[in-house]
């Protein structure tokens, strides 16, 4: 997973969108329009990179203790 500093980009994917509700009911439509884009971003880019690590971890063999 792809780390800036101690944080994940799922966590601020989730940071974004609880802002974005938060933004969205105090009546701030286009910040909260804007917010909730980045957090869908940042949420595609987590699940891409999540899925490509997957990968990689059974192309290589899973890490499987040798016999």
């Known amino acids: 997973m792809m780390y800036f500093g101690d944080r994940s980009l799922l966590y601020y994917a989730v940071v974004f ?3 974005a509700v938060i933004i969205g009911f ?3 439509g286009g910040v909260a329009g804007a917010l909730s884009e980045i ?3 940042l949420f ?3 699940i891409v ?3 490509l690590s997957l990968v990689a971890h059974l192309v290589r063999g ?3 203790p040798p016999h």
């Open 17 to 19: 969108a609880i802002t």
């Open 26 to 28: 105090l009546g701030y």
């Open 39 to 41: 957090a869908r971003i």
């Open 44 to 46: 595609f880019v987590f």
């Open 49 to 51: 990179l999540f899925v």
């Open 62 to 64: 899973g890490g499987r």
